[in-house]
């Protein structure tokens, strides 16, 4: 599980399934450039993903989506790790984005900032301490 000031974000797995989490921002990032909080590669019945995670506070979601594309399409590190998933074996490799949050947009506000930044988001999951952890599992 990840988690940060009360956001929390899991990824369940199943059999012959395996996943590694990778804290980005301020272990594998270790610089002041601009990142998003961290990673999940995954592994199982011939598909890989590499899902990128900002765990943010209702007010700065804007700014997830400006980490999440500046970590994608800027950071040298987050190419060698997707490649090193990439080569790890048999299947397809996916990437993916999400943003875990006590706050919501509107679809159409999503839209607007993903044709900004040019990234897709998976999905805006709500986290509240009160509620049930979001799983990436139902997204990916």
């Given at each position: 599980m990840l988690e940060e000031q009360g956001k929390k974000v899991s990824l369940s797995l199943r059999a012959n399934e395996e996943a590694k989490a990778l804290v980005l921002d301020g272990c594998v990032f270790t610089n002041n450039a601009m990142k998003c909080d961290a990673m999940y590669l995954f592994k199982g019945h011939n598909k890989k993903v590499v899902a990128l995670v900002e765990l943010k506070g209702a007010g700065d979601i804007p700014h997830a989506f400006e980490q999440l594309a500046y970590t994608r399409f800027?950071?040298?590190?987050?190419?060698?790790?997707?490649?090193?998933?990439?080569?790890?074996?048999?299947?397809?490799?996916?990437?993916?984005?999400?943003?875990?949050?006590?706050?919501?947009?509107?679809?159409?506000?999503?839209?607007?900032?993903?044709?900004?930044?040019?990234?897709?988001?998976?999905?805006?999951?709500?986290?509240?301490?009160s509620s049930k952890v979001p799983d990436l599992r139902e997204w990916l």
């Open positions: 800027q950071r040298a590190e987050y190419g060698q790790l997707k490649q090193l998933l990439d080569t790890s074996g048999p299947g397809q490799m996916v990437e993916k984005a999400f943003i875990v949050s006590n706050g919501m947009l509107s679809k159409p506000a999503i839209e607007r900032l993903e044709r900004a930044h040019g990234i897709r988001v998976g999905a805006v999951l709500h986290s509240e301490p």
